[in-house]
Each structure stands twice: as C-alpha cells, then as structure tokens.
C-alpha cells in the first residue's frame, strides 16, 4: 500500500483522472497484521470493540499505540474505522436525540434549517451547528455526550491536540434518497475546476486538515442506508476532481460498501474517501446520524461556533459532573476539548502576548483551569470576557 496519494508536485487536470488506476487502488485487501487491536475485519473496515479497548485509552503509551494504528489506517490503507460500543451508556444517546428531534420540530415550523450537502433540499432533516444548539439546551447532556474517551481518541489520532469539533444532525427518513459520492471539506467542498487551481500539494494536505465522524442514534440495517464508503479510494491522488466525473461516481456505485450500525457505534473516515449516505428503504427507520466534521487546530472549520458561550454554559455542569464523580478526568477533558476553543491563535500578540511560553493561554487551557481550581460561574464569565478583549485585534 503506502503512499500512492503523496508526493505529486504541480498540478491536478482532468487528463489526472485513470479511471483504471482509481479501480485498482480500490481494489486492495486490508490486511490483518496492519490492525492487530481490531476485533475483526468486515467489507475492508477494521472494527474496534471499544468496550475491551476502553482499558487501552487510560495508558498513555497504549493509548498512543492504538491511535497510531488507526493514523495509519486513515493515511495508508483502507482510510476509515467503525467503533464498536463506542457509547457504552444509551441513555446519553437517548437524551441527545430527543434533544435533536425537538431542534428539527422546532426548526421544520419555523422553515430554517434548509438546504444540505450533496442532496437535494427537504430529503433530509439537517441540523446545522448541533454542537452549539445542544450545548446551550441541554449543558450537562452534552458534557456525558462530548465527554467520551474513544470518541477523543478517534480526532486526536489524525488531528493531533488541540482539534475543533463541528457537528451537524442528519435524519433521513423511510424513502429517503442517497447523497452523490462525494469526499469532504475542505477541498471537497470545491467545485472540479476550483480544486484544480490548487496545486497537488494542497490536495495532500487538504485530507489532512478534517476528519469525517459519525454517531449512530438509533440501529442501522443496511435497508436503513447507513453511509456508503469506498477503502482504500483516499488513496487516489486526483480524487478531488475525479469525485466530479460520472465514471469515477459509476464506480463508486458498483463497488461500495455499507456496514449495519447499532446505536452508540461511530464511524471515522478521511475525509477524502468516496462516500455517501445511503437511500433510507426501510418501512419505518428514521435513520438519525450526528455527523461529527471535526478540525484540525491548524485549518479553519466549516462553522461558525461561539465558543465562548458554550464554555460558559457548560461549565457549571462541567463542575457538577466533577464533584459527582461522573466523569473521569479524560472524560472531562473530551468534553472540554469539544467544546472550548483549544489553539491560542490567532489572537491580537500586543494584548495578548506568550508569557512564560511560546504561545497565550487557549479558551481550553483556561476552562480546564476554571473546573480544577473549581471557580463561581462570574470568575469565569469575567476571565473569558477578559480573554475575548485581549484576543480581539
């Protein structure tokens, strides 16, 4: 395998596009040796039972054995995972959909909400921004939510620290249609011919900077459309404009694959895989998916997300989960790297200066301070209201 989709300098064209080259990446086996934490192998997507891995991912040295695997996964092989029970408590689930379900309510009566991604408008129910919207609803709901190890584990292994989730709600319901085959933001969210105007280099990079989520909010049968997935097909190295062409689609028809979910199960991908949500046939599943697209530190995220008033909104509940011992330490820790702005910059460097370091103290730093050294809710207003001031240009 290795690394067929790096190092072309210049530019891609459509005369980049090989038809032939695409079928025979696509075509490989992952092999087990690549995997040894997964449980299994099923249609060329390792699966990890993250109710035996959990142990893993409180030793560090282990934690970081398995989130080098699945980096390599992502780069280098078959390009996604599926985490097996990577919600042990359903009850978070439970409270996050009906959370979700009472936003698409409201949403549907008041006529926002529209539009979607590689579907036509009014297929699906779309919730843009569920990470705000859920916090300020329902702050300790998303703390249990957010708060999740493996689900940390998944973004840190290909973003690194410091990563900024985005979230969006996707419902589909019985008779919805499928989504076109498609890779992600950023360089996904370009038309072929804009695409093409950046140089091969920054396709490369372009997957580099996103990693693709999502959670399972209900059981997915195949009928249901779980979403359609092609391995190994990030491997490709002008798939950013073959993604556009009808033969390169046609292929990807022909050749997907689509894994069964249970509820509390995940997905992760790189965001250039082939894929697309799947035609909904069942009689009676409204398929509710919460789609993580989740940043790294050093690129910009698709939403506009006020952070700020989600960590100030969180925070009491943050505390009240500490003292209660319903959260570990990591576990908080996720919840905050959810929420709270983890990079320092940009930031205003006259106002804001390093002090005793290379870089200001990040909205995190400073919300993980105020939760150890269990400060009121005004110390916090007043410290991130301070923040915001220095920050500003």
Not at 145 to 172: D, F, H, K
Not at 202 to 215: C, K, P, R
Not at 353 to 365: F, N, R, T
Request: with cysteine; proline share 5%; glycine share 8%.
């Amino acid at each position: 395998m290795g690394d067929q989709a790096f190092g072309y300098i210049g530019y891609f064209d459509r005369e980049s596009c090989d038809l032939d080259e695409f079928k025979m990446l696509t075509s490989q086996q992952l092999d087990p040796a690549e995997v040894p934490h997964a449980a299994g192998i099923e249609k060329n997507v390792p699966i990890y039972d993250m109710a035996e891995l959990r142990p893993v991912l409180d030793n560090a040295d282990k934690r970081r054995a398995l989130m080098a695997e699945w980096a390599r996964v992502f780069r280098q092989s078959a390009g996604v995972i599926a985490l097996k029970r990577a919600y042990s408590d359903m009850d978070v689930i439970d409270r996050a959909s009906g959370v979700f379900d009472a936003i698409i309510a409201e949403e549907k009566a008041s006529s926002a909400g529209k539009g979607d991604h590689f579907a036509a408008s009014g297929a699906n129910d779309r919730v843009w921004n569920s990470l705000q919207k859920q916090c300020l609803r329902d702050p300790e709901g998303f703390a249990l939510y957010y708060g999740n190890t493996s689900i940390a584990a998944a973004c840190e292994a290909w973003l690194g620290p410091n990563y900024q989730v985005t979230a969006q709600v996707n419902q589909v319901r019985p008779g919805g249609k499928a989504q076109s085959a498609h890779r992600d933001y950023h360089l996904g969210f370009q038309g072929a011919e804009q695409a093409a105007r950046f140089p091969a280099h920054a396709h490369e990079l372009s997957a580099a900077l996103t990693l693709q989520g999502a959670v399972a909010h209900c059981d997915m049968p195949i009928e249901s459309g779980p979403t359609k997935l092609l391995p190994f097909s990030q491997l490709y190295p002008a798939g950013y404009l073959a993604c556009h062409d009808a033969d390169h689609r046609a292929h990807f028809e022909e050749a997907h694959i689509q894994l069964p979910l249970e509820k509390g199960d995940a997905v992760f991908f790189n965001p250039a895989l082939f894929h697309a949500a799947g035609e909904n046939r069942s009689a009676d599943i409204n398929r509710l998916v919460n789609l993580l697209q989740v940043s790294s530190a050093f690129g910009r995220a698709t939403e506009a997300v006020d952070r700020r008033t989600m960590s100030a909104t969180v925070f009491p509940a943050l505390i009240a989960l500490k003292q209660g011992g319903r959260l570990s330490a990591a576990e908080l820790d996720a919840a905050i790297a959810a929420c709270a702005e983890g990079y320092s910059f940009p930031t205003n460097l006259d106002t804001d200066p390093p002090v005793g370091g290379l870089a200001p103290e990040s909205q995190a730093d400073l919300l993980r301070r105020a939760v150890a050294e269990g400060w009121t809710d005004a110390q916090l207003a007043d410290a991130l209201g301070q923040m915001a001031t220095r920050q500003a240009a």
